[in-house]
């Protein structure tokens, strides 16, 4: 195996390119190095991209914020200002792992690595969140929602990686939040997940709101109808059992150890609510 | 292949080695430095008993290849004792009994003091978090939380 550390994003194309399909990208490392140790994958060639600066940054841009898909969860997390617009991206990206892991964990790679129960991607959808992947054609920018296409698949060509995470301009009154159901209280994987991002007017209704499930579909789920259940509303008991009913259609779990479809279709909706309401104080304080 | 030359500080000090690009900086430190404090439990970042300190920030040693630690800042188990002085943390893990076998103590200490240096004053609760990922097998964690309050208090008086 070869081990590259380039320190552009164009030689990263390049050695992509080149190796054919036989390189990996490796950003944090907590799941690729794990793939690779229990012989997963066995890449010819490991590309970091640790060492290319502009994807070791939080940036502000248009009033919104562009992640390098080399941040890793410390250091979003020691990040006050990205943590006072997004609480919810926050909360979710802590969840990820232990201490040692968040010190390298990343966005980019929670989402590359495709498990419809990575605990960033729910947030980040309902964030409504933009990856710019650069590859062989250029660079093009995908809504987060569209690069997980099933457990460990990913809608990204050959060639092609995640430079940045793009979170858009908050409008006043906004706000997010994420929970996830684990059996314990912490370094667990979700047996479901739920993250709610939702903007109010003056009056405190809701004007704006994205709902994304985590763990219950092979991919982590944008849900229009939750939105619709949320529109126009300020959250009353009508609207959050509407809203939790949209996530349970919605939901289409497997059946295992961790959880039953019964079970994780119920929980999934509870999440969502609470979350809503969450959401809904947060937004409430920062106007 | 040919192995990878990497130039390193390890506990303050300069230190450089010869790796394979697929090694981990836990396999460099202990078989190529020497420097077994760092302990090797899972193997696949669920343990801690591997944790090491690059650039003052907390990770598994197993989970990082050594070729990524070129030019960084480590700092393992054998950099907390001055000499024959323990570290404050050293000494309270000693004297609240925080450890049975031994494997995981490295790994709690390594962790425990980059959570004192970042957090002075921390509440149990957030030891006990900050901690979650470091697992012993024997102690049953609670001589450990005590510990490392008791050597935070220490601290603060000093």
């Known amino acids: 195996m070869q081990y590259l550390a380039p320190t552009s994003v164009d030689e990263v194309v390049a050695a992509l390119a080149q190796a054919d399909g036989r390189a990996r990208v490796l950003a944090g490392g907590t799941d690729l190095l794990v793939q690779m140790k229990s012989d997963m994958i066995a890449p010819d060639i490991l590309v970091d991209i640790k060492r290319i600066p502009e994807l070791r940054e939080i940036t502000r841009e248009g009033g919104g914020w562009r992640i390098g898909a080399a941040v890793s969860g410390a250091e979003f997390n020691e990040h006050a200002d990205i943590c006072a617009d997004w609480p919810g991206l926050a909360e979710a990206f802590d969840l990820i792992g232990s201490t040692q892991v968040q010190g390298r964990c990343t966005l980019a790679g929670n989402l590359c690595n495709a498990s419809p129960a990575a605990d960033s991607v729910p947030a980040m959808v309902a964030a409504d969140a933009v990856a710019r992947v650069a590859g062989p054609n250029g660079t093009r920018d995908v809504p987060v929602v569209d690069i997980p296409v099933g457990p460990g698949k990913t809608s990204l060509a050959a060639g092609e990686f995640i430079t940045s995470i793009f979170l858009p301009a908050r409008a006043p009154r906004s706000a997010d939040a994420y929970l996830r159901f684990i059996p314990r209280t912490e370094m667990d994987i979700a047996v479901a997940s739920a993250g709610v991002s939702l903007t109010l007017d003056d009056d405190g209704s809701c004007v704006a709101a994205r709902v994304a499930l985590g763990a219950v579909a092979p991919t982590v789920l944008l849900v229009e109808k939750a939105t619709a259940a949320l529109i126009g509303t300020r959250l009353e008991g009508a609207a959050l059992a509407a809203l939790a009913q949209a996530c349970e259609s919605a939901a289409t779990p497997i059946d295992d150890k961790r959880g039953t479809v019964e079970f994780r279709k119920q929980v999934v909706g509870v999440l969502a609510r609470r979350a809503a309401r969450v959401a809904q104080n947060r937004a409430e304080e920062r106007a | ?158």
């Not at chain 2, 460099?28 to 404090?37: E, F, K, P, S, V």
């Not at chain 2, 323990?86 to 962790?111: N, S």
């Not at chain 2, 901690?131 to 008791?150: E, F, H, P, S």
């Open chain 2, 1 to 158: 292949m040919s192995k990878i030359h990497v130039k390193t500080r390890i506990n303050g000090e300069a230190a450089e080695f010869l790796c394979e690009p697929d090694e981990t900086l836990l396999e460099a430190l202990r078989d190529r430095l020497h420097l077994t404090g760092t302990k090797e439990g899972c193997g696949s970042g669920d343990c801690g008993a591997c944790s090491v300190t690059v650039n003052g920030r907390l990770v598994a040693s197993c989970l990082m290849l050594a070729a990524e630690a070129e030019g960084a800042e480590i700092g393992t188990i054998e950099g907390l004792a001055k000499g024959a002085e323990l570290d404050v943390l050293q000494r309270k893990f000693v004297e609240h009994a925080a450890l049975q076998c031994g494997i995981c103590t490295p790994g709690f200490l390594v962790a425990s003091k980059a959570l004192l240096e970042k957090n002075p004053d921390p509440t149990e609760e957030e030891v006990r978090y900050w901690l979650a990922g470091n697992l012993c097998r024997c102690t049953g964690y609670d001589k450990i939380i005590r510990a490392v309050l008791d050597a935070a208090a220490e601290m603060r008086r000093a």
